[in-house]
């Protein structure tokens, strides 16, 4: 049983544009929330990460809307640029295992 | 954060080999986690190594296919025995620094 579900599988935004990646949980044991990129060939990189007293949490482009009673949660990527091409997974830990999700492949197109 | 590596980056390895991975962490850790990868796939964990105690396997993996030894704080190997084209992977070491969690680069592993 998948823990956490992740959609879309994959993602195509035009540069400049906004990305958006969603995330479900059930276990309201979980009380972090990070997202990890991935680039080819290389280990998945944490990004940002929310814990369940905020409903947002912003740094740089990069934002999370945390919504805690549809235990949802969800990055943004504003003004998405080629670079930001990569797989992005979200996670969610009770404290002592992260769950993760299944992923998004992101491309951001010039 | 931490700082991981992993050797080797790659390998190509022949049906019923074993080969054995090596991750190191740049400090002291409790706990050393390794995860699985298959192409195109969510990350999976096999197990999580403690040093000086056997380490814990997830449910679907065994000890006797996948070995793992942690000698100190700050290292840790996973063997893949008997390989078969099935374990064909990415297989990544992690660490954790409280709730943050931090990852290797990666060893990519095809069996043929």
């Known amino acids: 049983q998948q823990q956490v579900k992740q959609s879309p599988q994959s993602l195509i935004v035009q540069k400049g544009g906004i990305s958006i990646i969603n995330c479900a949980y059930e276990?309201?044991?979980?009380?972090?929330f990070p997202w990890y990129q991935q680039f080819p060939g290389k280990g998945p990189a944490l990004l940002i990460a929310i814990r369940p007293d905020v409903s947002e949490k912003k740094e740089g482009r990069f934002t999370i809307s945390f919504n805690k009673s549809a235990k949802q949660f969800s990055l943004h990527i504003m003004d998405s640029q080629p670079g930001d091409s990569a797989t992005y997974f979200c996670a969610a830990s009770p404290g002592n295992q992260f769950y993760f999700g299944t992923g998004t492949s992101l491309t951001v197109i010039p | 954060s931490a700082v991981i590596s992993q050797k080797p980056s790659r390998d190509i390895c022949q049906r019923g080999t074993s080969l054995t991975i090596q991750c190191q962490v740049d400090s002291q850790v409790t706990m050393m986690f390794w995860y699985r990868q298959q192409p195109g796939q969510s990350l999976t964990l096999i197990a999580t190594a403690n040093q000086g105690s056997e380490a814990t396997y997830e449910s679907g993996f065994v000890i006797d296919k996948f070995p793992i030894s942690r000698p100190n704080l700050t290292f840790s190997t996973l063997t893949v025995s008997n390989m078969s084209p099935e374990d064909s992977s990415i297989y990544l070491c992690s660490v954790d620094r409280g709730y943050e969690q931090y990852f290797g680069p990666g060893t990519r592993l095809t069996v043929t």
């Open positions: 276990n309201t044991a979980f009380d972090y």
